[in-house]
């Protein structure tokens, strides 16, 4: 089991940027796949981003191609997601999560973090 906690998320203007970090605890983070996930008012998780135990190989959502960027920092715990040119859909919670493949089934991950909110104004 790993315990996850998400930060960074907040209120931003279409457009504008915004990193979450989601830190890890315990000493088996580098063996992880990490994923990033997102769910709106009244609609499904969805799969935004998944990145492998060294970070060399990377997936995204077509919604988010060429916009977001995961990545993660073994030595930290961490792995970040820098969202860029944001756009009013792109509004809700966004969760990380940790599995042991790089899928992007919700089903494939066991540990959750409790999620963090982001806002995007038209």
């Known amino acids: 089991q790993v315990q996850l906690v998400e930060s960074g998320g907040g209120l931003v203007q279409a457009g504008g940027s915004l990193r979450l970090s989601c830190v890890a605890s315990g000493r088996t983070f580098s063996s992880y796949v990490m994923g990033w996930f997102r769910q709106a008012p009244g609609k499904e998780r969805e799969f935004v981003a998944v990145?492998?135990?060294?970070?060399?190989?990377?997936d995204y959502a077509n919604s988010v191609k060429g916009r977001f960027t995961i990545s993660r920092d073994n030595a930290k715990n961490t792995v970040y997601l820098q969202m860029n040119s944001l756009k009013p859909e792109d509004t809700a919670v966004y969760y990380c999560?940790?599995?042991?493949?790089?899928?992007?089934?919700?089903?494939?991950?066991?540990?959750w973090g409790q999620g963090t909110q982001v806002t995007v104004s038209s």
């Open positions: 990145i492998n135990w060294s970070g060399g190989s990377t």
């Open positions: 999560a940790a599995g042991g493949l790089a899928t992007t089934s919700r089903f494939s991950y066991d540990n």
